[in-house]
C-alpha cells in the first residue's frame, strides 16, 4: 500500500526558471494538500485540492504560483520565474473522503533555487 | 498573537523519563488536534489526532485536551533515543479541512 508519493525529492533551478512539483495521493485519498516549510518555521499551508477542483488557495501567493490536481494523474504544484527566496521543502499531503482531516504527509521535494 | 503557539525547545530529557511537550492554541473554534513528528529532512509523520477533552493513549503516547484553558500536550513515555526528533501540533477549527501548524518543539532523548 504505497503512501503518498511526491517527485522530484530535489530539484534545482535557477532564478527565472519554472518548477514543477508532482504529488501523488494515497490510494483511495482524493484531497490532496500542498504546504511550504521554510528553514526553522512551521508548515504554511497553500493550497487544497479535490479532483479537478480548487476548494482553498488561501496560502498561494498571488503571483507565480499554481496548482491543479487533474482528473488524470497526479497533483502539480508549479511555480513560474522562481526566486531565491522559493527555496523552501514543499510537502504534499492527502486525506481520503470519509476522514478528511486527517493528512498524511509525502517525502517532500526540496527546492534550491540558485 | 499566533494562532498555535509551541515552545522551540529544545527539551531534553533522559532516557526512560516522560517527556511532556505543550501546545496552546488560540482559535475557541478549534475542534480537532493533530501531533507530528518530523524527523530532520523528513515529512511530518502523523502520531495521533484527538477530538475530545480529556486523554488518549496510544502506547507511549497519551494526548491530552483542555478545551477551557485551550492547550493540548503530548506525553512521551519511556522516552526513546529514537523519540529525538521536532514535534508539531496542528489544530482545525470545526468544519475546516485545514489544520493550523505550530513551529514545532524539537525534543532530545540523551542516552
Known amino acids: 500500500n504505497a503512501g503518498v508519493m511526491q517527485n522530484p525529492r530535489h530539484l534545482v533551478r535557477r532564478r527565472g526558471q519554472e518548477a514543477r512539483l508532482r504529488c501523488s495521493p494515497m490510494?483511495?485519498?482524493?484531497?490532496v494538500y500542498w504546504y511550504r516549510q521554510l528553514p526553522e518555521e512551521g508548515l504554511k499551508f497553500m493550497v487544497y485540492l479535490q479532483k479537478e477542483n480548487i476548494i482553498d488557495e488561501s496560502g498561494m501567493p498571488k503571483e507565480r504560483f499554481s496548482a491543479e490536481f487533474p482528473k488524470e494523474g497526479p497533483s502539480i504544484l508549479r511555480i513560474q520565474q522562481v526566486v531565491r527566496g522559493d527555496s523552501a521543502a514543499y510537502f504534499c499531503a492527502s486525506s481520503p473522503r470519509d476522514t478528511q482531516e486527517t493528512q498524511y504527509f509525502g517525502p517532500g521535494t526540496r527546492l534550491l533555487v540558485l | 498573537q499566533k494562532e498555535v503557539e509551541q515552545n522551540s525547545g529544545p527539551l531534553s530529557v533522559p532516557e526512560g523519563a516522560i517527556a511532556s511537550l505543550n501546545c496552546t492554541y488560540s482559535?475557541?473554534?478549534?475542534?480537532?488536534f493533530f501531533w507530528y513528528r518530523q524527523y530532520s529532512g523528513k515529512s511530518p509523520e502523523l502520531i495521533m489526532f484527538i477530538y475530545s477533552n480529556g486523554d488518549k493513549e496510544d502506547g507511549r503516547f497519551t494526548a491530552q485536551l483542555n478545551k477551557a484553558s485551550q492547550y493540548v500536550s503530548l506525553l512521551i513515555r519511556d522516552s526513546q533515543p529514537s523519540d529525538s526528533a521536532t514535534y508539531l501540533c496542528a489544530v482545525n477549527r470545526g468544519g475546516s479541512y485545514i489544520p493550523t501548524f505550530g513551529r514545532g518543539t524539537s525534543l532530545i532523548v540523551h542516552p
Open positions: 490510494k483511495g485519498h482524493s484531497h
Open positions: 482559535d475557541r473554534g478549534s475542534q480537532s
